[in-house]
């Protein structure tokens, strides 16, 4: 498999890289990325390829579920310096349909970890089982993909150099669903 990565990033380098010199020249001096995109680490959801997008215009953070946690240095490390550093103008959390993360909250299972770090969504699915009337398992997997959206954008405000920078319009927030059917990317709020 590891094969594979150096035959890519050989075609990277002769179909890419090379014709456009000038771009990675300027970023092989810094970036300026003007998103941040919270998203999560399914394979199938890479922000750069669903967004056609070129290195050096998105600064990410992945991990499962595309959580914003309260309590974690790892997050917090990338918001401050995307904030701070590179004054990015736009946060984008981003849920996905066919989430493996979101159908592990809503089971159970024998993994220590995943369900841990769960708990950081663990209240859109609350949201969900208080739905008062019966609901597709299909309806029901969305259902809980979008109110974590909803969930983590509220996280997001927890941090007070977000209310800040949201306050004084220096940075907007966007919460988008990804289908992998459609490769439609949306904004749901
Ligand atoms: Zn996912």
Redesign the pocket.
Known sequence: MIDNLFDGNQRFIEKDFKPHGEHYSKLAKGQSPKVLWIG?S?SRVPPERITCSRAGEIFVHRNI?NVVPNNDWNFATVLEYALQHLKVSDIVICG?GD???MKALDADNNDVYIPLWLNNARRAKQVVDAVDKPLSPQDRKRRIELENIRLQMEHLRNYPLVRRAEKEGKVSLHGLYYDPESGKLTKVI
């Open positions: 999560c399914d579920g996905h989430c493996g993360a």
